[in-house]
């Protein structure tokens, strides 16, 4: 596609639900990345891929939080048994190049989470 | 979190003038990139710069790199109402593989 696409767009999960984000990014990019934007604040990192491999998964806040990119393309990030404190919008990011050093990053719109 | 600091946390300006907003960061970098995000939509890439500059031109953005100091400006020049949005910079940072350090973000509002 001709951008990072992201969805569901919205979501409203009440506690304790499971949810799923999914991330298409730019086809042929390497590098994915998820970041975590609570309101008012700047996006943290959460995990990177580069093709399928999970090389970073260090700022996922807790092991209910797992990422997956299988095929090297699409991603999905999934939260288990929610919280509210899991609210925030979740951002997708690729980047062409191995490593996000090398390049901008190109972001989705995000998926909004609430947590009731 | 290892996130710079962007100040000031919020600008309000008049459609015209110039806004200056600075970026300090924590550890050595490869590039610092500075990022814009209207409200409720994602981040777009403004311009990057290399831990070799000291300062680039894009169109109406300047930013300047200080190594030295650990921080970073972006100046927008004969802003305008559309360049209301929050403006972020981002530092690569490299623990076992490289991933970018997102700062607080300023708040630029530019009034009509």
């Known amino acids: 596609g001709a951008g990072v696409s992201q969805s569901p767009r919205y979501k409203v999960a009440k506690r304790g639900q499971d949810v799923a984000l999914r991330c298409d990014p730019i086809?042929?990019?390497?590098?994915l990345f998820w970041y975590q934007q609570a309101l008012g604040q700047g996006p943290e990192f959460l995990t990177y891929?580069?093709?399928?491999?999970?090389?970073?998964k260090s700022g996922l806040p807790s092991d209910r939080f797992f990422a997956e990119r299988p095929e090297g393309s699409v991603s999905t990030l999934k939260i288990q048994r929610t919280q509210q404190e899991d609210s925030a919008v979740y951002l997708c990011?690729?980047?062409?190049?191995?490593?996000?050093?090398?390049?901008?990053?190109?972001f989705g719109e995000g998926s909004r989470l609430t947590v009731l | 979190s290892q996130q710079g600091e962007e100040d000031p946390q919020a600008l309000s300006i008049q459609e015209g003038e110039n806004a200056t907003m600075n970026c300090s960061y924590k550890?050595?970098?490869?590039?610092l990139q500075w990022y814009r995000q209207n409200s409720g939509r994602g981040l777009v890439h403004l311009i990057l710069?290399?831990?070799?500059?000291r300062e680039k031109h894009s169109g109406r953005l300047r930013v300047t790199l200080d190594t030295s100091k650990k921080s970073s400006s972006l100046l927008i020049t004969a802003s305008r109402a559309a360049d209301t949005a929050s403006y972020f910079c981002?530092?690569?940072?490299?623990?076992?593989?490289?991933?970018?350090?997102f700062g607080t973000g300023t708040r630029l509002k530019v009034l009509a």
């Open positions: 710069i290399r831990s070799n500059e």
């Open positions: 981002a530092t690569d940072s490299y623990s076992g593989t490289y991933k970018y350090i």
């Open positions: 990011a690729s980047s062409r190049a191995p490593g996000g050093a090398t390049g901008e990053l190109f």
């Open positions: 086809s042929g990019h390497v590098s």
């Open positions: 550890t050595s970098i490869n590039n």
């Open positions: 891929f580069q093709n399928e491999a999970q090389l970073d």
